[in-house]
């Protein structure tokens, strides 16, 4: 296992306790519901009950190891959950949704107004030939538009894949060719610190290849000229007109498809996770409810983008199931200023703030003015999630941001896991800062030896979860084998997270990062293997190999090496040329923070490339064992003429 950069982590001791007058106004006020969560399904069974039914299951779970059926046998519609449930009291008229746009313009819909659009677009869809089952993906800016198309998708029963829209055409593409997407949903262009990034375009460019696209459905968002093109592409202010209010909810089996959403693994082909109404429902529902205390007054605003498995679970389905009043911010953090989160917050009186630890590292180096120029005495609890959240940053959110007035509940999750899984019930479960804390009820979790075997309190392994949570992945898409092998194989019988963990004597969890090839750029996973195949794609390009290095606001930075084909003269525009090259591969997040050229790359006598040993470099730390190295000279020339500065 590789050396553990934060050594020292469990020195951290002093517990944080919920502030007076919380834990007794808490949703959850008594630990007993951790003894209910031993009972998986008679504790999930209970909990499946939140939610609106049209047929009830029969069994709360079928497992048939790895494959989990959550309440078989029931009927359920994950929009209805979101929509319909909220409009006979007095919820109708409740701001479901407040939306602010990077330029400062405002818009807010009501529950009835959500159910309204929904409805509409749904039916637009149905119009095109879009039926139970078929696959529309979104590629759309953080606007109300997105998260009605994601409802209107899952009324009628067509899975969504949603696309992060800093990714580039190509990784557009290789989502929409594998989901095989019959629709797409897009705009115009999206706003980023008062530029425009041509959404549309990117559509046409990564649609020139593809055939099984037949619609395009644009918004108009930032209203820049656009090519349609007759036939397939059609305006949505224009195709919703008229359009008949409405739609009945798609009886779904709990065990279809909701969506399928796009991650980073170990090879270069990104995974199709798939999650399923019922159980997700039921997990998103439940988590968002007790780990951020949600009262009905509340202003809840999760700042990840739609495009993650965050915006999925705790800015669209979590809060709208429980009748949330959900704020969404389009923007950067710093446009026009530095303190556009705390005018956001202070505007809206915003109660809950969900956020990345990226996020605080940078407020952090801006500096404490910003926040303290604002009135942030609404706030009552603060999120964390992506990444670990290192205990300054913790100390610094909780004294900054929470006035050391607001517990901090650390969620620790994955897209695979859909739902929360280790967090603090805030009412009842003391903190401590930079831990994620304890499982939540009716979730299962263990650290593990290299040999699966069970480690003692005070020491390190692998996190696994022990038998299935209602939340859980179905599957990879179309590829039901790499789903058992990259999940349920590692550690024979148990799901294995891909990350390593401590816990402390207290039990609680001190997760430590990634073991795979996945890097952790501000909480967005990428696969080093996705852009060694961005960098050979290039003309120049022999060889590449990148590892992650640890960076003081990213918590983690790509850094490839890269040896070029025989007889290319290095210019001094190269380095620029081939980070414009990943750019353009993948999108602009995956593009690596430096890039070393060298002749060779380190390498077993069998060929393989020893990242581990590139890790060591890329770290400026003391080389691991070399004896398995074909030739040592290279790993000496690597290190003479890196020059790492951090
Ligand atoms: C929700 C999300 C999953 C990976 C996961 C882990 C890291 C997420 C964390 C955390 C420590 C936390 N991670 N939350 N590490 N503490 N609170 O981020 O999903 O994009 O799939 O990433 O992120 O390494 O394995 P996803």
Not at 64 to 79: T, V
């Amino acid at each position: 296992m590789e050396e553990k950069h934060r050594e020292g982590l469990m020195e951290e001791k002093r517990l944080f306790f919920p502030p007076a007058g919380f834990s007794s106004n808490a949703v959850i006020q008594n630990p007993e519901i951790y003894e209910l969560g031993q009972d998986r399904t008679k504790f999930w069974g209970e909990q499946g009950k939140r939610l609106d039914w049209f047929k009830p299951w029969d069994k709360v779970l079928e497992w048939d190891r790895p494959f989990a059926k959550w309440y078989a046998g029931g009927k359920i519609n994950a929009a209805y959950n979101c929509l319909d449930r909220h409009l006979n009291g007095a919820r109708r008229n409740k701001a479901a949704l407040i939306f602010e746009g990077e330029l400062g313009d405002r818009r807010v819909l009501t529950y009835q107004d959500l159910h309204r659009e929904v409805s509409q677009f749904a039916n637009v869809l149905k119009s095109y030939g879009v039926e139970k089952g078929d696959r529309v993906t979104i590629y759309m800016p953080m606007i109300p538009e997105t998260v009605i198309a994601m409802l209107a998708c899952a009324r009628i029963g067509a899975p969504h894949i949603v696309v992060f829209g800093g990714f580039s055409y190509e990784a557009l593409r290789d989502r929409v060719l594998d989901a095989q997407a019959k629709v797409i949903v897009t705009s115009d262009g999206s706003y980023r610190r008062g530029n425009i990034i041509p959404l549309k375009e990117n559509v046409d460019q990564a649609l020139r290849t593809v055939t099984c696209v037949e619609k395009v459905i644009v918004v108009q968002r930032t209203g820049q000229p656009v090519e349609m093109q007759e036939e397939r592409d059609v305006w949505y202010h224009e195709v919703i007109k008229n359009v008949s209010l409405v739609s009945p909810a798609e009886h779904m089996d709990a065990d279809d498809m909701l969506f399928i959403l796009y991650t980073s693994g170990t090879t270069g082909k990104p995974k199709g996770i798939v999650h399923t109404v019922g159980g997700y429902m039921v997990g998103v529902s439940t988590t968002h409810e007790w780990v951020f205390d949600l009262k009905d007054e509340d202003v809840y605003w999760c700042t990840a983008d739609v495009g993650w498995i965050t915006g999925h679970s705790y800015l669209v389905y979590g809060p709208l199931s429980n009748g949330a009043t959900i704020l969404m911010y389009e923007g950067a953090p710093d446009y026009p200023e530095k303190d556009r989160y705390w005018e956001i917050v202070e505007k809206y009186k915003v109660t809950i703030l969900y956020t990345a630890p990226t996020a605080i590292r940078t407020f952090m180096k801006w500096g404490e003015s910003y926040p303290l120029g604002r009135d942030l005495s609404s706030l009552r609890l603060l999120g964390s999630v992506g990444e670990p959240i290192n205990p300054d940053a913790w100390m610094w959110y909780h004294k900054h941001i929470g006035e050391e007035r607001c517990p901090i509940v650390d969620t620790w999750w994955q897209t695979e896991t859909g739902m929360i899984m280790m967090t603090p019930v805030p009412g009842i479960t003391p903190l401590k800062a930079g831990s994620c804390t304890i499982p939540f009820p009716g979730v299962h979790i263990d650290i593990v030896s290299p040999l699966g075997n069970a480690v003692p309190k005070g020491e390190s392994g692998y996190l696994v979860v022990r038998g299935p949570w209602p939340a859980m992945l179905k599957t990879i898409y179309g590829d039901d084998k790499r789903y058992e092998d990259t999940y349920w194989r590692q550690f024979e019988g148990v799901y294995f997270t891909g990350d390593e963990a401590k816990w402390d004597d207290d039990g609680y969890f001190w997760v430590i990062g990634r073991v795979d090839d996945v890097i952790n750029v501000s909480g967005h996973r990428i696969g080093t293997a996705e852009v060694e195949s961005a960098l050979v794609d290039h003309p120049l390009v022999a060889e590449a190999a990148c590892v992650g290095r640890t960076h003081e606001v990213k918590g983690q930075a790509v850094f490839a090496f890269v040896s070029l084909k025989e007889g290319i003269l290095i210019h001094d525009e190269l380095i620029a040329e081939l980070k414009a090259h990943v750019v353009l591969k993948i999108g602009a997040l995956a593009r690596p923070d430096d890039i070393f050229l060298t002749d060779e790359l380190p390498k077993t006598r069998s060929g393989k490339i020893m990242r581990r040993l590139l890790k060591d470099i890329a770290e400026g730390r003391a080389m691991g064992d070399t004896s398995t190295l074909a030739d040592a000279a290279v790993i000496d020339f690597l290190k003479k003429n890196i020059n790492i500065e951090k």
